[in-house]
């Protein structure tokens, strides 16, 4: 077998779906197709059954994958340690935030720190809402700063980056700042944010769909970018649950907040696709949880 023939079996396995893995591997859909076809030919049986509603795979399908996945995990590694040694820490190194609030506090003294480090590695960093992984396993970005939590089996979970307490942002005048607390009881009688493409596990950690009490939590209009938050808030049509940090971030005039009660701390931490590890990646999940020991984070999940 051939690499690409690899590659594509491997992630087809995982996608269970041929669109999809057209997408991560930038193919053509037919290619993929013609691709598995000509394998299971070549190996004398069928390895992913194929109905109109799915795609699974098959007995033999499921132990070729069992058997090339450690081996072709292997090579990336091997691959990637020895492009790391030949150009060091280079190169450019593109980090996503979802939302500033889920850099955390000391985000902007890990850049600082990482650039004096390795001045040969081009940083940038981009705010681009929400926080979809389908970004870092097309390579459009290499690291993102995410909630937790992270359920992603093919994602590297790195430092903390922060650690905080939670807030509910609402207009000023609201009754609930009036009060000056809430609870996600109170949710009830207020809009939240839809999901939109906010993985599943994160939005459910923070915006469920019912109280304790099982009242149902509404779901206010579409947003496009965390300005647009803040406006629908000001305006009365939302109420939102985030952290401290945020306030550090992003202000609004007609925007204040008040403590969310009953709920741990909210974690976000540096997240990436293991195979895709770089040494520029390590360099700077080394840099961040250097900074965060230093200033009270132990830089671990």
């Known amino acids: 077998m051939e690499l690409r023939e690899v590659e594509i079996f491997l992630v087809l396995s995982e996608e269970l779906h041929f669109g999809r893995t057209a997408q991560r591997l930038y193919l053509s859909q037919p290619r993929i197709s013609q691709t598995i076809r000509a394998l299971e030919v070549r190996l004398g049986g069928q390895l992913f059954e194929r109905t109109s509603r799915q795609v699974r795979l098959t007995a033999l399908g499921e132990r070729l994958r069992d058997e090339l996945r450690p081996a072709h995990d292997h090579f990336r590694r091997a691959v990637t340690a020895a492009t790391d040694l030949a150009r060091g820490v280079s190169g450019e190194l593109r980090v996503c935030v979802a939302s500033y609030a889920m850099a955390g506090p000391r985000f902007t003294e890990i850049v600082r720190d990482f650039q004096a480090r390795y001045p040969d590695c081009r940083l940038t ?33 790195g430092p903390t980056l922060s650690r905080e307490e939670r807030i509910l942002l609402v207009r000023v005048g609201h009754p609930l700042a009036l009060r000056g607390h809430a609870t996600i009881e109170d949710l009830a009688d207020h809009a939240v944010i839809p999901r939109g493409g906010i993985p599943s596990p994160m939005y459910e950690a923070y915006f469920p769909a019912t109280t304790p009490a099982g009242r149902p939590i509404p779901r206010g209009p579409q947003i496009s970018t965390t300005s647009d938050i803040l406006h629908r808030i000001a305006h009365g049509e939302l109420v939102h649950p985030t952290v401290g940090s945020f306030l550090s971030y992003y202000h609004h005039p007609e925007v204040t907040h008040v403590p969310l009660r009953g709920h741990p701390p909210v974690k976000s931490a540096l997240v990436w696709v293991t195979n895709l590890e770089n040494a520029a990646i390590r360099a700077f999940a080394s840099t961040a949880a250097e900074v965060l020991a230093r200033t009270g984070l132990s830089g671990s999940g």
């Open 125 to 157: 960093v981009t705010e681009e809402f929400p926080g979809e992984f389908a970004r870092l396993r097309t390579g459009a970005y290499h690291l993102m700063c995410h909630r937790q939590p992270i359920t992603e089996p093919d994602l590297t979970i």
